[in-house]
């Protein structure tokens, strides 16, 4: 793909499609658009972008797919043979976990779009890719919120939540199932309008407007959603909700609860550290959106800038079992059991002689002891 692109002058309309001006890809497959200086046609090379981003991205999405993959996995195991959900958290934390291994699956595939500047995969992976990418990602924001929530209710309202939480574990599938539902309705832009095709000489895989009325308004509407639904309400539920749960867990003045607050504390913090940057770079993509003014070397950094952040919002996934899972005491202690499991069978596999059954059955014991003094209505693995 040629390193120039001429641009249009200022008076292009804007319901027209503009030609896309690199194959750098974020969320949205949104690509940067074209400029003018002074009203006059000028060239803008990204070369040096599409090279930083065709070294970094790859190797940031393959760290971020095992890791992504090793902790989410064992949220899964832990709570498919060691752990039944007791608590919509739970419930959620599991949802979550298989959302965001759906979602570094896909990774490989724009590493390898990355690495060589162009899609060589078909129409309909492109399709499922995209459309997998955002629905997963849609998910776990919105449960990231529903664990807020639940968990203001538990705690703050704990007074009043053993009845609604009953109920709302006896329906838990019925509200999981309501949140991938609104993640894939907000999702399904993506997969209408993605498809593979030839720009420039070379296959890309990015949302096509040009069979609607007005692609500028297309896109950002898609934009919009994503901050909305993606950034927006989580945070807004995670400082409502956490703000009143640090103020209940101060007064009640117990230690475990103040170990609690700095788990908290660290939830939202790696939430803003990882997310704002990201979609404060998509906030300013909204507003220059259909612009024709802009800088060779504005669109430059909001490149490198675009990929940077990508990368640290998409890491949020590898932190969500560390944060809402291995940080608590009671799920440390079923990693500890899935280790010690696995040695037995890696040894029952060396020496015939060699039982693991003493030891699995001790484990089970003090594992469903300690499941029978917990009180799940004040606590999950965070908690």
Same mark, same amino acid.
């Given at each position: 793909?040629?390193?120039?692109? &001429?641009?249009?002058?200022?008076?292009?309309?804007?319901?027209?499609?503009?030609?896309?001006? $690199?194959?750098?890809?974020?969320?949205?497959?949104?690509?940067?658009?074209?400029?003018?200086?002074?009203?006059?046609?000028?060239?803008c090379s990204l070369g040096e972008v599409r090279k930083f981003s065709s070294l970094f991205v790859p190797i940031a999405y393959a760290l971020i797919c095992i890791?992504?993959?090793?902790?989410?996995?064992?949220?899964?195991?832990?709570?498919?043979?060691?752990?039944?959900?007791?608590?919509?958290?739970?419930?959620?934390?599991?949802?979550?976990?298989?959302?965001?291994?759906?979602?570094?699956?896909?990774?490989?595939?724009?590493?390898?779009?990355?690495?060589?500047?162009?899609?060589?995969?078909?129409?309909?992976?492109?399709?499922?890719?995209?459309?997998?990418?955002?629905? =997963?990602?849609?998910?776990?924001?919105?449960?990231?919120?529903?664990?807020?929530?639940?968990?203001?209710?538990?705690?703050?309202?704990?007074?009043?939540?053993?009845?609604?939480?009953?109920?709302?574990?006896?329906?838990?599938?019925?509200?999981?199932?309501?949140?991938?539902?609104? $993640?894939?309705?907000?999702?399904?832009?993506? &997969?209408?309008?993605?498809?593979?095709?030839?720009?420039?000489?070379?296959?890309?895989?990015?949302?096509?407007?040009?069979?609607?009325?007005?692609?500028?308004?297309?896109?950002?509407?898609?934009?919009?959603?994503?901050?909305?639904?993606? &950034?927006?309400?989580?945070?807004?539920?995670?400082?409502?909700?956490?703000?009143?749960?640090?103020?209940?867990?101060?007064?009640?003045? =117990? $230690?475990?609860? %103040?170990?609690?607050?700095?788990?908290?504390?660290?939830?939202?913090?790696?939430?803003?550290?990882?997310?704002?940057? %990201?979609?404060?770079?998509?906030?300013?993509?909204?507003?220059?959106?259909?612009?024709?003014?802009?800088?060779c070397s504005s669109e430059k950094l909001i490149g490198y800038t675009k990929t940077i952040t990508e990368v640290l919002a998409f890491l949020h996934c590898c932190?969500?079992?560390?944060?809402?899972?291995?940080?608590?005491?009671?799920?440390?202690?079923?990693?500890?059991?899935?280790?010690?499991?696995?040695?037995?069978?890696?040894?029952? %596999?060396?020496?015939?002689?060699?039982?693991?059954?003493?030891?699995?059955?001790?484990?089970?014991?003090?594992?469903?002891?300690?499941?029978?003094?917990?009180?799940?209505?004040?606590?999950? &693995?965070?908690?």
């Amino acid at each position: 793909m040629a390193d120039l692109y &001429f641009l249009p002058k200022a008076s292009t309309p804007m319901n027209e499609e503009p030609m896309n001006s $690199s194959n750098i890809n974020d969320y949205f497959g949104l690509t940067d658009m074209e400029y003018s200086v002074d009203g006059e046609t000028s060239p803008c090379s990204l070369g040096e972008v599409r090279k930083f981003s065709s070294l970094f991205v790859p190797i940031a999405y393959a760290l971020i797919c095992i890791f992504g993959l090793l902790g989410n996995i064992l949220v899964v195991i832990t709570f498919a043979f060691y752990k039944k959900a007791k608590s919509m958290t739970d419930v959620y934390l599991l949802n979550m976990a298989i959302a965001d291994i759906l979602f570094v699956l896909t990774l490989p595939f724009w590493a390898v779009n990355h690495a060589s500047g162009a899609w060589y995969f078909s129409n309909v992976m492109c399709k499922l890719t995209k459309g997998i990418y955002a629905i =997963n990602f849609n998910c776990g924001m919105l449960l990231l919120t529903c664990i807020s929530l639940d968990r203001y209710i538990a705690i703050v309202q704990a007074t009043k939540s053993f009845r609604l939480r009953s109920k709302t574990l006896a329906h838990n599938k019925v509200i999981c199932f309501a949140v991938w539902v609104v $993640s894939i309705i907000i999702s399904s832009s993506t &997969f209408i309008f993605s498809q593979k095709y030839s720009m420039q000489g070379v296959d890309v895989c990015e949302p096509k407007y040009h069979n609607v009325l007005e692609p500028i308004k297309w896109k950002l509407l898609m934009l919009v959603l994503q901050l909305i639904f993606g &950034f927006f309400i989580p945070l807004m539920f995670m400082i409502f909700c956490y703000t009143f749960i640090v103020k209940t867990l101060v007064q009640a003045q =117990n $230690s475990k609860r %103040h170990k609690a607050i700095r788990v908290i504390i660290a939830v939202v913090l790696v939430f803003l550290v990882c997310q704002t940057p %990201h979609n404060m770079v998509l906030l300013v993509t909204a507003v220059t959106m259909g612009r024709t003014d802009r800088a060779c070397s504005s669109e430059k950094l909001i490149g490198y800038t675009k990929t940077i952040t990508e990368v640290l919002a998409f890491l949020h996934c590898c932190l969500n079992p560390v944060l809402y899972a291995f940080i608590g005491q009671k799920f440390r202690n079923y990693f500890l059991k899935i280790m010690k499991d696995l040695w037995c069978v890696r040894r029952k %596999h060396q020496s015939t002689g060699f039982s693991c059954s003493r030891m699995y059955s001790e484990s089970a014991v003090s594992k469903q002891t300690s499941e029978t003094v917990d009180n799940e209505n004040a606590s999950s &693995f965070t908690m």
